[in-house]
């Protein structure tokens, strides 16, 4: 597999992660009222989505029988935190930030 296939993949599931964190986040939004704080569901959410993207793309990577390194699993945390960035916030603000500077 060529690095531009996995590219495009990886990017592909992390707008589906990002779809999936703002669903479940409006769910359990609504079924839990004490979720509803700014502060609770910002943690919650950021929670959230280091777990999913983690145990994603763990599957992925043995999905495709690529070798996982510590390295490996640490970017992947990282893409987490980014994940929540982009279902806390969206893209607007992201968008906003960059034309700022």
Known sequence: MDYSTII??????VGILTIFVNI???VMKKSFSWLSTSKVINIFVL????VLTVGVFIAYWQMNGMMLTWY????????GIMVAYAAMFGFDKLM???EKK
């Not at 495009?8 to 599931?13: A, D, E, N, R």
């Not at 929670?47 to 280091?50: E, M, T, Y």
Request: hydrophobic fraction near 70%; glycine fraction near 0%.
């Open 8 to 13: 495009s993949q990886v990017l592909i599931i």
């Open 24 to 26: 479940i986040t409006e």
């Open 47 to 50: 929670c959230l989505s280091i």
């Open 72 to 79: 490996l699993v640490a970017a992947f945390v990282i893409v």
């Open 96 to 98: 906003a930030y960059f």
